[in-house]
Every structure is written in C-alpha cells, then in structure tokens.
C-alpha cells in the first residue's frame, strides 16, 4: 500500500531533526530505546550523551559561581613543595587579593593552588577550586570552599576566564603553560577586554618571555605589542596591584 501523501517514505526514518534513509534506518524507535531496561547499556559512551553531560557541566558551574564576586584566578604547579619560596609567595598572593577585596579561584589542586586557596582561606576570603578530572587522582584540597569538579578541561577553562577579572601564572608546567597560553590568545584576539595577565617570578618566565620576543616575534608570528599582554613580576605587591587594577570590585 502507498503511504499516505506527505509521509515519510518507508526507507525514511527520522528520528528528532536527524533524518535516516536507507541502510542508515535503524530499529525502533527514541523513546523505546530509552525506556528499554534490557537494552544496550552502551548509550551511555556516545557522543549524543557526552552532550548532555558537557551541558551539565556548564550549568553546575554557572550555577556553583554565579553569585561569585569579583575574582582573580591564580595558577601554578601541582609539583610545588610546601617548604618552597614558590608556595610561601602563592599563600601571600591569595591572602593580598582577599585584603584587595576579591575571591580566588584555582584548579583546586595540591601545590601553587592549594598555596593560593590557603593564603584566601587565611585571609577570610572567597576561596574556589576548579578540579578535574585526572588518571592519577589528586582531589580539591582542604583551603577550598566552594569546589566544582570537572570531566572536561575546556568547560573548566571557561568557568577560570569567565568568573575571574584577570590571572596571576605562579611557576608552573604544561597545564599552567595552557591556561597561560589560552587566557593571552582570548585576550589578543579581544574575546575578553581588560583582562591583566601577571606572571610571578622572573627568573622561571624570562626565558619564556626572551623565546617570544627573539623567536616568535622576530619571525613575525606574532607581534611586538603582544608582550604588552602580560607583566613580569617578584614582587607580590606589584603582582596583586597590576592584576586588580582595571578591575571594579
């Protein structure tokens, strides 16, 4: 029999926007995949699904730090001892922009972070931890207050740019060296405005910074005024004052 004028033609499926033809059809039907209890639990794994995870995700952090207020996002090495200079000046720095009047937020690790969220904690301040998800578990650690945790790193990317006024890079390595790199490329290409970048410690970064200006920039990959994006820093006070300067509390 001829289907009715207008219907889908048998070897036409279509299954929400997505429309299936021929060999692509498949069995079924939406709605009894997902109320089959004996199905395949292998749903769960595919890309459909991670959608909705990725959307969950960003609605847990917009809604975990949507009445933040005014924050600085300090990053920095996992690696960082204790007993080191480099964690002393992570705990002065979280604890200064508290007494500047903003919150601090960090990956929520060991380390630089756990330095910064102390030194927020000391100060009786806002002190946020943004973790991820890893093979070796590290956790949040116990200066955070308020802790989100992530599976995926671009959705926790966004939560450190989008909740933060600016960024203070302690000695760190490569996930240090890709936030860095992400927040100078959204402030470059002008996706975010007035967004001070202050990297702590000049003997760890000038090699950093003299790569940029006698190799990238001196082949013309980038240019001159693009180490205008950051400051270079020991001083803790320096750090706090350029990184909250353009800011409004």
């Given at each position: 029999?001829?289907?009715?004028?207008?219907?889908?033609?048998?070897?036409?499926?279509?299954?929400?926007?997505?429309?299936?033809?021929?060999?692509q059809v498949q069995p079924?039907?939406?709605?009894?995949?997902?109320?089959?209890?004996?199905?395949?639990?292998?749903?769960?794994?595919?890309?459909?699904?991670?959608?909705?995870?990725?959307?969950?995700?960003?609605?847990?952090?917009?809604?975990?730090?949507?009445?933040?207020?005014?924050?600085?996002?300090?990053?920095?090495?996992?690696?960082?001892?204790?007993?080191?200079?480099?964690?002393?000046?992570?705990?002065r720095i979280g604890h200064?922009?508290?007494?500047?009047?903003?919150?601090?937020i960090t990956g929520g690790?060991?380390?630089?972070?756990?330095?910064?969220?102390?030194?927020?904690?000391?100060?009786?301040?806002?002190?946020?931890?943004?973790?991820?998800?890893?093979?070796?578990?590290?956790?949040?650690?116990?200066?955070?207050?308020?802790?989100?945790?992530?599976?995926?790193?671009?959705?926790?990317?966004?939560?450190?740019?989008?909740?933060?006024?600016?960024?203070?890079?302690?000695?760190?390595?490569?996930?240090?060296?890709?936030?860095?790199?992400?927040?100078?490329?959204?402030?470059?290409?002008?996706?975010?405005?007035?967004?001070?970048?202050?990297?702590?410690?000049?003997?760890?970064?000038?090699?950093?910074?003299?790569?940029?200006?006698?190799?990238?920039?001196?082949?013309?990959?980038?240019?001159?005024?693009?180490?205008?994006?950051?400051?270079?820093?020991?001083?803790?006070?320096?750090?706090?004052?350029?990184?909250?300067?353009?800011?409004?509390?």
């Amino acid at each position: 029999m001829d289907n009715p004028e207008g219907a889908p033609a048998l070897d036409e499926q279509r299954l929400g926007p997505v429309v299936r033809r021929r060999e692509q059809v498949q069995p079924g039907t939406t709605d009894q995949r997902l109320l089959d209890s004996e199905g395949d639990s292998e749903w769960v794994h595919t890309d459909p699904w991670r959608v909705m995870r990725i959307q969950s995700e960003f609605v847990e952090g917009f809604g975990a730090l949507a009445e933040l207020p005014s924050a600085i996002s300090v990053f920095g090495s996992a690696r960082t001892p204790v007993d080191s200079p480099e964690y002393e000046a992570g705990v002065r720095i979280g604890h200064a922009l508290v007494d500047a009047g903003f919150a601090v937020i960090t990956g929520g690790g060991p380390g630089a972070m756990e330095a910064a969220n102390k030194g927020a904690r000391e100060a009786k301040g806002v002190s946020v931890g943004l973790g991820i998800e890893l093979p070796f578990e590290q956790g949040l650690n116990q200066h955070v207050d308020i802790g989100v945790n992530f599976r995926y790193f671009f959705v926790r990317k966004t939560m450190f740019v989008k909740y933060a006024q600016g960024f203070v890079v302690l000695p760190g390595g490569l996930g240090t060296l890709d936030e860095l790199f992400e927040a100078l490329t959204l402030v470059q290409t002008k996706k975010v405005t007035s967004f001070p970048i202050v990297l702590f410690g000049t003997a760890y970064w000038s090699g950093l910074v003299d790569w940029l200006r006698d190799t990238v920039i001196a082949q013309g990959k980038a240019s001159e005024k693009d180490l205008l994006l950051f400051h270079v820093t020991d001083d803790v006070d320096e750090a706090v004052a350029l990184v909250t300067k353009e800011t409004s509390k």
